[in-house]
Every structure is written in structure tokens, then in C-alpha cells.
């Protein structure tokens, strides 16, 4: 099992910088392919970014491409998610996942955190 803690949400207004934080602990060899999702109420949990091993492979969701940057320090077991230029439809719980997997254009996880709500005002 790998265990997920996120931390750094919080309210912002529109156009501030938010950096997200997650520890991974346990299997953490079960960590390659780390990153985060988002949820609002009534819809789909979403990919948002997602960094492998090293950290020379990173793909991000189109909705944040140029603003959201993922990062990790393994030696720390942490993963990051600086957000800037945030805007209101970026509101939404942020869970880490650890194990991220593509198929068939759909991105899923084996491990989530707990979510951490970030409230961007307009």
C-alpha cells in the first residue's frame, strides 16, 4: 500500500499562486508515475498533471498547460504542484495518486490521497 497526504490548499483569489504538497509513504516503488487530479461537486474526478520517476516525463491536462507545474523530490518522497495564475474554474478538491495509468485516453490511479480543497475567488 502507498499512503497519500496532500497539503497547501487553501482560498485565493484569481490570478494568486497556490502550491500544492503531497508525502507518499509505504510502497513508495509503486510511486513511478505520480501526480494530481481535481474534483468539483456532480462531476468526474479529472487528471490534472502527472510526473514520472525522474521527472523528465510530464504530461499535463490542456485546462492547466502553462500555468500548473508539477515537480518531486524523491529523496523526500514528494510531489508538488505549483498552480499560478489561478482562476475560478480551477476550484476543486486536489488529490494526489500515485501509480497513474492511461488507457484508452482515460487516466486512473491504484492510490489517492484525501483531497485538499482549493477555492479560487473571482
Known amino acids: 500500500q502507498v499512503q497519500l497526504v496532500e497539503s497547501g490548499g487553501g482560498l485565493v483569489q484569481a490570478g494568486d499562486s497556490l502550491r500544492l504538497s503531497c508525502a507518499a509513504s509505504g510502497r513508495t516503488f509503486s510511486t513511478n508515475l505520480m501526480g494530481w487530479f481535481r474534483q468539483t461537486p456532480g462531476k468526474d474526478r479529472e487528471f490534472v498533471a502527472r510526473i514520472s520517476w525522474g521527472g523528465g516525463r510530464t504530461d499535463y491536462a490542456d485546462s492547466v498547460k502553462g500555468r500548473f507545474t508539477i515537480s518531486r523530490d524523491n529523496a523526500k518522497n514528494m510531489v508538488y504542484l505549483q498552480m499560478n495564475s489561478l482562476k475560478p474554474e480551477d476550484t476543486a478538491v486536489y488529490y494526489c495518486?500515485?501509480?497513474?495509468?492511461?488507457?484508452?485516453?482515460?487516466?486512473?490511479?491504484?492510490?489517492w490521497g484525501q483531497g485538499t480543497q482549493v477555492t479560487v475567488s473571482s
Open positions: 495518486a500515485a501509480d497513474i495509468t492511461l488507457s484508452r485516453g482515460i487516466y486512473s490511479a491504484n492510490y
